[in-house]
């Protein structure tokens, strides 16, 4: 059997692994020219055709855990989903949205909608990405990351040093932050950026400035109940990054109902750039994640695999620095 593989063909023709695999299967969204390419150099190489897969995927599901099917989510969520509508679309392929939890069994859902492939989307339970992946149907992570499976992410460890450094270098020294359950990826990550930004300024860190909201799906009460025991502290800090812009926004409802002066008495910065950090007041510092790109990436991944090994697909993001946080850097 040949052991030439489709990124075997992307390189030696100079293509992308998506496109030589579009090519193979005869997707659209390629001039025939590029077509002919595809198809001359597996041949050349002496490509095993026997590799690809014998179902084509026609209908994706685009599953998101009912713990991001929130009011505060939906800004983030909904864009990723655009993103993949955008994708399915130009593929001509079918997309399902669907929530599923504890009350309605992603298994159960997936069964009843007759999926072709799998997005999950944020955060799942290891034992729920373990089910899916039985079923042997090409899966890909978005805003999520476990070994062994392909998945796409914004860079949140490096985006959260970016807005820490940001807040550092405007003459902040105690500086909070705002986080949830280390067992979703994207937030560990960002605490691990903000934790890497005060080390490498030789601040030291203080565990107690790190509170974490007691729940990311029970609206505002777990982020202002965090912000309260921060502004309580005897030694209150001078500026706190926050694990999303939802939670930031409220964090900083919060300073201005206790008098404070934003960015004078205290910084805020959060993380995503939804649609409301540039129109809130004062407008909000954050990090920009490209949710849209989020969403076709995931999708372009679902159309490569299989692939030799589990991809890891890492999005840049961009500090954009508003009125919440000092503009003096």
Do not use: W
């Not at 492939?117 to 990351?145: Q, T």
């Not at 903000?194 to 565990?207: G, N």
């Amino acid at each position: 059997m040949s052991s030439i593989t489709i990124r075997d063909i992307a390189k030696a023709a100079g293509l992308s692994i998506g496109t030589v695999s579009r090519g193979l299967r005869n997707q659209s969204g390629l001039s025939e020219q590029t077509r002919q390419i595809v198809r001359e150099t597996a041949m050349r190489l002496g490509y095993d055709v026997n590799h690809l897969r014998k179902k084509k995927i026609r209908r994706i599901g685009f599953l998101l855990h009912s713990q991001h099917n929130t009011l505060a989510s939906s800004p983030f969520f909904s864009a990723v989903l655009h993103g993949a509508e955008q994708a399915c679309k130009r593929e001509g392929l079918s997309l399902s949205f669907i929530v599923a939890g504890p009350e309605q069994p992603v298994i159960d859902q997936v069964r009843v909608h007759q999926l072709d492939a799998y997005l999950c989307v944020g955060y799942f339970e290891p034992e729920v990405l373990d089910a899916l992946k039985r079923s042997g149907k090409p899966m890909v992570l978005v805003d999520m990351h476990r070994r062994g499976m392909t998945s796409v992410n914004p860079d949140h460890q490096h985006g959260s040093f970016l807005a820490t450094s940001h807040l550092l270098r405007s003459g902040r020294r105690t500086i909070a932050l705002i986080s949830g359950s280390p067992a979703h990826y994207s937030l560990e990550q960002r605490a691990r950026g903000y934790r890497r930004a005060l080390f490498e300024a030789k601040v030291q860190a203080d565990p107690d400035l790190e509170i974490i909201a007691p729940q990311l799906g029970d609206g505002e009460a777990g982020v202002t109940a965090a912000m309260r025991s921060l502004l309580d502290r005897r030694r209150r800090p001078d500026a706190v990054v926050c694990f999303n812009d939802s939670a930031a926004l409220v964090a900083l409802r919060q300073c201005l109902n206790a008098g404070l002066r934003i960015p004078e008495d205290i910084a805020v910065i959060g993380f995503d750039d939804i649609g409301g950090a540039a129109v809130s007041h004062p407008p909000l510092s954050t990090v920009r994640v490209d949710k849209t790109a989020l969403g076709v990436k995931g999708v372009e991944l679902l159309l490569e695999l299989p692939t030799p090994e589990a991809l890891t697909v890492t999005l840049p993001v961009e500090l954009v620095v508003r009125d919440s946080t000092s503009c003096i850097d």
